[in-house]
C-alpha cells in the first residue's frame, strides 16, 4: 500500500493560514433534528435547469418520492424528505446571495415518515455498468455537496468522456467553522469508504485519493481505521497543510497530483474528478440503502448560537429549527450566515429552508462582526496579489471592474476567481474586492448568455430566412413549369385548331361538285 503518512508539499500559491474555529462544534456527536410540522422544499437546489414538479396541491407523497423531475442532463430530481401532504406549490425565499424566491413545494408532514422502495438500492453494485451506477446516482438526485451544487451524475459523465486517472476525494473542509465533513467522517467513515468504492467503478478509475488536512487528527484516525478494515488498496489517504483554501477543487488537485488545472479547464480535462466526502456518503446511501438525497450534515455554529454542533438535517426545514436544536439564540446573536466566514453569505430570516448546499449556518456575535463597515481607497499594496491562490491580479481586476471595462476585466480572467476571499481578508482598506470579482462574473455571464440566445436566434433567422427561400424558389419552380405547360399546350391547341381548320376546309373543298359543262361538237 502507498506510503498515507507523508504530508504532501504545499503546491499552490498564496492562500492564508486562518484560525479553524471548529472546536466547539465537534465536541459532540452528530445530532438528528426533529422533522418538522411543514417543510418548503426548493426544486432548484442545485447548479443547472430547475427540476419540473411532479406533484400538485393535496398529494400524498412518502418519504423518497421524487416530486421534482430533472430537466435536462445538468438539473437533477428532488425528492420528498418525508411522508405527507402537498399544501402548495409555489414560489418562496430560499438561502441566494441575492435574495430570491424559487418554485418550492410545500410539503405538510403526516407524522408518520413513510417511505416509497425507490428502486436505487443494489447490494452487489459490482454487477452494475458504470452508466448504470451513474443512472441511478442522477434519479437519487444527488449533488456535489461541498457548496458548488454541480448535478453529480453529469459531472462524472463528463469526466468519463475523457478518462480518470484518478478520483479526488476532497476532504479538506479549509474554511474556518465548517466541520460537517469532520464530524461525517470520524462517524461515517466505512460507508464513506464504501461510498469511494462505488465511485471508483461508476467511473472505471483506476484509484482515488483523498486529501485530508493534517489538523483533523480524529477524522484521519476512523479512515485509517477504516481503511485497514477494507484493504482496497487503491484508496490512499493523503495529508495536506492546513493553507486556506486547500479544499478549494483546483487547489487540491494541484496539491495531490502536481498538475495545474487551466484557468479556462476543469479537473477532468487533466484526468481527475474531484467531488466532496459528503457527497461520496450521499452515493453509498443511494446504492446500498436505496436512499435518495433528502438529508444532510450541517454545521450550526458561532457565538451567537448556545450550543454549536453538526445535526443530520432534512431537506427544506427551517434554519431557526437548527438553531433551536442548538439551544437557540444567545442575546448578543446579531448575524446568520450560509457557509463560513470566508465564503458565505448574509441571510435575513431564519424560516428560509435548508437545502444541498447548506454545510454550514454560523450565528455570529459581535466579536465575529467586521467592525469597519467603511471604504478606504485602495492604496496599491499588492497584498492581495499576494495571497490569491489562482495568480490573479486583484487589484488591476477591481479598477477595471470599478470603470465599468468588463472586457478587460475578462482579459484578465476574472472568471477564473474562486471567490474564496482572501484579498478581501488582507486588503487594508477593507474593498469588498470578492464582491466586486462576483458582479463581474455574474454580469459577464448573463451577457454570454444573452450573446447565445441572440447568436441562436439569429441562427433561427436564417435558417427560416433559409426554408423561405426555399420555398419559394419552390413555388416559381412550379409556377414556371405551370405557365411552360400551359403555353406548350396553348401552342398545341392553336395547331390543333388550324390542322382542324383546314380539315374541314379541304373537305368542303372536296365535297363540291363542279357540274359538266357540254361544250358541242
Avoid at 406549490?89 to 430560499?94: E, R
Avoid at 472505471?204 to 484493504?231: F, H, M, V, Y
Avoid at 470579482?437 to 448568455?449: G, H, I, Q, T
Avoid at 436564417?462 to 405557365?483: N, P, S
Wanted: proline residues 6%.
Amino acid at each position: 500500500m502507498e506510503q498515507q503518512d507523508k504530508i504532501m508539499p504545499r503546491r499552490f500559491r498564496g492562500g492564508l493560514k486562518l484560525l479553524p474555529n471548529k472546536i466547539q462544534s465537534t465536541l459532540t456527536p452528530i445530532r438528528h433534528v426533529p422533522i418538522p410540522d411543514k417543510l418548503v422544499v426548493p426544486l432548484s437546489q442545485h447548479i443547472g435547469r430547475e427540476a419540473m414538479p411532479l406533484v400538485k396541491a393535496g398529494d400524498k407523497v412518502c418519504k423518497g418520492q421524487p416530486i421534482g423531475a430533472a430537466d435536462g442532463e445538468v438539473s437533477a430530481p428532488v425528492h420528498a424528505p418525508t411522508s405527507g401532504i402537498v399544501e402548495s406549490i409555489g414560489m418562496h425565499p430560499v438561502p441566494h446571495p441575492g435574495g430570491l424566491s424559487a418554485l418550492c413545494v410545500v410539503l405538510r408532514s403526516d407524522g408518520k415518515d413513510r417511505a416509497i422502495d425507490t428502486g436505487l438500492a443494489c447490494l452487489d453494485y459490482l454487477s452494475l455498468s458504470p452508466g448504470e451506477i451513474q443512472g441511478r446516482i442522477q434519479q437519487a438526485g444527488i449533488t456535489g455537496l461541498g457548496g458548488a451544487v454541480y448535478p453529480t451524475a453529469a459531472k462524472m459523465s463528463k469526466a468519463e468522456d475523457r478518462g480518470i486517472k484518478a478520483l479526488i476525494v476532497n476532504a479538506a473542509e479549509c474554511e474556518p467553522i465548517i466541520s460537517c465533513d469532520d464530524m461525517l467522517m470520524r462517524e461515517h467513515a466505512d460507508d464513506l469508504i464504501t461510498g469511494i468504492q462505488i465511485m471508483l467503478h461508476a467511473m472505471s478509475a483506476p484509484r482515488a485519493l483523498i486529501g485530508i488536512e493534517r489538523d483533523k487528527k480524529r477524522a484521519i484516525t476512523a479512515l485509517e481505521k477504516a481503511l485497514a478494515r477494507i484493504g482496497d488498496e487503491r484508496i490512499v489517504l493523503r495529508k495536506i497543510y492546513s493553507i486556506y483554501p486547500a479544499g478549494g477543487e483546483r487547489q487540491l488537485v494541484q496539491v495531490l497530483t502536481g498538475q495545474e488545472v487551466p484557468h479556462d479547464g476543469f479537473p477532468q480535462d487533466i484526468g481527475y474528478l474531484s467531488q466532496n466526502v459528503g457527497t461520496a456518503l450521499a452515493i453509498k446511501h443511494a446504492l446500498i440503502d436505496g436512499q435518495p438525497l433528502i438529508s444532510r450534515i450541517t454545521t450550526v455554529a458561532g457565538k451567537g448560537v448556545h450550543l454549536p454542533g453538526n445535526l443530520e438535517v432534512r431537506l427544506g426545514t427551517p434554519i431557526a429549527d437548527l438553531v433551536a436544536a442548538c439551544g437557540g439564540y444567545h442575546d448578543g446573536a446579531e448575524a446568520l450566515v450560509m457557509g463560513g466566514p470566508m465564503m458565505g453569505f448574509s441571510l435575513t430570516d431564519d424560516r428560509l429552508p435548508v437545502v444541498k448546499g447548506t454545510n454550514c449556518i454560523a450565528v455570529a456575535g459581535p466579536s465575529e462582526l467586521e467592525q469597519t463597515d467603511f471604504v478606504m481607497p485602495c492604496i496599491r499594496c499588492g497584498k492581495c496579489a499576494q495571497v490569491c491562490p489562482v495568480s490573479l491580479q486583484p487589484e488591476e481586476l477591481y479598477w477595471q471592474i470599478k470603470g465599468g471595462d468588463l472586457d478587460k476585466a475578462a482579459k484578465l480572467s476574472v472568471d477564473a476567481c474562486i471567490e474564496c476571499g482572501c484579498c478581501d481578508y488582507v486588503c487594508p482598506s477593507h474593498i469588498p474586492l470578492a464582491q466586486y470579482f462576483r458582479y463581474a462574473k455574474s454580469e459577464l455571464s448573463a451577457r454570454d448568455r444573452q450573446q447565445q440566445k441572440s447568436q441562436l436566434a439569429k441562427h433561427r433567422f436564417e435558417d427560416r430566412a433559409g426554408r423561405i427561400r426555399i420555398e419559394e424558389d419552390a413555388r416559381q419552380a412550379r409556377l414556371t413549369a405551370r405557365k411552360k405547360r400551359l403555353a406548350e399546350g396553348s401552342q398545341q391547341e392553336r395547331e390543333r385548331q388550324i390542322s382542324a381548320s383546314v380539315q374541314r376546309a379541304q373537305a368542303k373543298t372536296d365535297a363540291t361538285v363542279e357540274p359538266d359543262q357540254d361544250l358541242g361538237e
